[in-house]
């Protein structure tokens, strides 16, 4: 079953350029609702495996790409298409919220 990919400032720019839709879970070690979300995100890795890239990104440890975005609350969680962001979603939501904002689209 596919995993989440670790998403980091430097890689972020090689992983925008794919012509999948792309969700992004900006989460923290210390944070309690990312933990909820966490497995729903490595679910959904499996679920979309060729369909759409899905990631974690630690704000911790990758404060720039945090900061680009105006991530200031986790988690977050931002589909990109196309390089663009083209939706968001704060807080823990049920993966039903997530598949269906994934399948908008592929």
Do not use: H
Request: aromatic share 6%; proline share 6%.
């Amino acid at each position: 079953m596919a995993k989440a990919i670790e998403i980091t400032d430097s890689n972020f720019e090689e992983i925008l350029q794919s012509d999948q839709p792309i969700l992004v879970d900006f989460w923290a070690e210390w944070c309690g609702p990312c933990k909820v979300i966490g497995p729903i995100v490595e679910e959904l890795a499996g679920d979309y495996e060729g369909k759409a890239v899905i990631g974690k990104l630690d704000v911790d440890s990758n404060p720039d790409l945090t900061r680009k975005f105006g991530v200031r609350s986790i988690p977050t969680l931002l589909i990109f298409k196309d390089g663009e962001v083209v939706d968001k979603q704060i807080g823990a939501v049920p993966k039903s919220v997530l598949s269906q904002k994934i399948e908008a689209q592929l």
